[in-house]
């Protein structure tokens, strides 16, 4: 492939996952073109992008006739046409999956949102959905609330690939990557191939700052407008100040010598909120070796038409990043209520793109009846 913005962030050491699927994208070649043309190497899906996917309908009447046909109900047509879906995505990235060992080419689909707070529910779904999708390259989603972390644990120990979603504070990406060695080592102790299980922890960008510069534009001060659209990134780059310390750790690196991969970051949420910030700040301030970089379409557009990769922008920032979260705080913005509140509404909005999805759902399944 040519010269091109998003070879030179492949290069830094960036994975480029798309963040999107749908039917159409699937059966158009869309896929497949993205993979040549944008150096592509992953999707992930959440409930909010199928709801758009199925509203939309691309490619999923006949889909939904079938279903309607075998009597299912809303749910269990959304079970099927979902990981329908992840399966073909699975298949078009399996070429991906081969030439990089499996540390790309993964397709992520997500548990149902409102068992976010059930462990036991959470697991039995992440093991349902990973025997129907059938492919050794997908990852299932789960998000890390208190209860996911249990959950991600025991994903892991069944040798299970995962997504860990919806990461806001530096506290609970900790907790994260405790979860993930714990299920590292049950797995060694069951004689699971470590090296068979992935792992990435998505931790989101573009909603802290939207929820901190809301607060900072409350103050109305020269010193708070300073401050805006630096938070999302300088609590990116402390993460992964947090990945680097924890996978040299000699508990991290036992289960590395084992043949354990190590649990990469993921930015999610990269798309770009604030139009007076640049379209591609969350794509080229956060590159770094060893993560990866989940856009939205219009994100890598953006990014394949004018983004400037300068190299790893985030390794030996740490300070920096943490003076400017401190400063956030001496201004009375509370980090913890504001990470909290995020990951509540980050349910919230997966729990009403659940119901919108049903809803479209049945009401196919019914005119197709």
């Known amino acids: 492939m040519s010269h091109s913005p998003t070879s030179d962030l492949s290069e830094v050491g960036v994975s480029i996952w798309l963040d999107d699927l ?3 994208r699937i059966e158009s070649g869309n896929l497949a073109e993205l993979i040549e043309t944008r150096n592509v190497v992953g999707v992930t899906t959440n409930p909010t992008i199928f709801a758009n996917a199925l509203s939309k309908g691309e490619g999923y009447a006949d889909r939904i006739s079938a279903c309607a046909g075998r009597g299912l109900n809303a749910t269990e047509a959304i079970f099927e046409l979902t990981t329908s879906d992840v399966a073909d995505a699975c298949d078009i990235l399996s070429g991906v999956f081969e ?9 992520s689909i997500e548990v149902e949102p409102s068992a976010a707070r059930d462990a036991d529910r959470t697991l039995a779904e992440a093991k349902q959905l990973w025997e129907r999708v059938g492919k050794k390259n997908a990852m299932i989603k789960i998000p890390a609330t208190r209860e996911g972390l249990v959950a991600i644990s025991d994903t892991i120990a069944e040798g299970i690939s995962v997504n860990v979603t919806l990461i806001f504070s530096l506290q ?5 990557i405790n979860a993930y060695l714990d299920g590292l080592e049950r797995a060694r102790e069951a004689g699971i191939d470590l090296s068979t299980i992935h792992s990435v922890a998505s931790f989101f960008v573009s909603r802290v700052d939207s929820e901190i510069d809301k607060r900072l534009d409350a103050l109305g001060t020269d010193e708070a ?13 402390l993460a992964y100040e947090v990945f680097e310390q924890s996978f ?5 690196k036992l289960l590395l010598e084992a043949g354990a991969n190590a649990q990469r970051p993921l930015w999610a949420s990269t798309g770009v909120k604030d139009p007076a910030l640049p379209d591609t700040l969350y794509v080229t301030e956060l590159a770094a070796p060893g993560t990866v970089n989940t856009m939205p379409e ?12 300068t190299g790893d922008e985030v390794s030996g920032t740490y300070r920096e990043a943490d003076q400017v979260l401190n400063a956030i705080d001496a201004l009375g913005i509370d980090y913890v209520e504001v990470t909290e509140l995020l990951e509540a509404e980050g349910l919230q909005k997966f729990d009403a793109s659940w119901g919108e999805l049903v809803e479209s759902v049945e009401q196919a399944l019914q005119a197709a009846r």
Do not use: F
């Not at 609970?172 to 994260?176: G, K, L, P």
């Open 172 to 176: 609970r990406y900790r907790e994260v």
């Open 99 to 107: 030439a990089t060992g499996g540390r790309d080419g993964r397709v």
């Open 248 to 252: 040299a750790s000699e508990r991290a």
């Open 22 to 24: 749908s039917r159409g």
């Open 298 to 309: 219009a994100t890598l557009e953006a990014l394949a038409d004018h983004g400037v990769v």
């Open 225 to 237: 407008r300073e401050l805006k659209g630096k938070a999302g990134i300088a609590n990116a780059r």
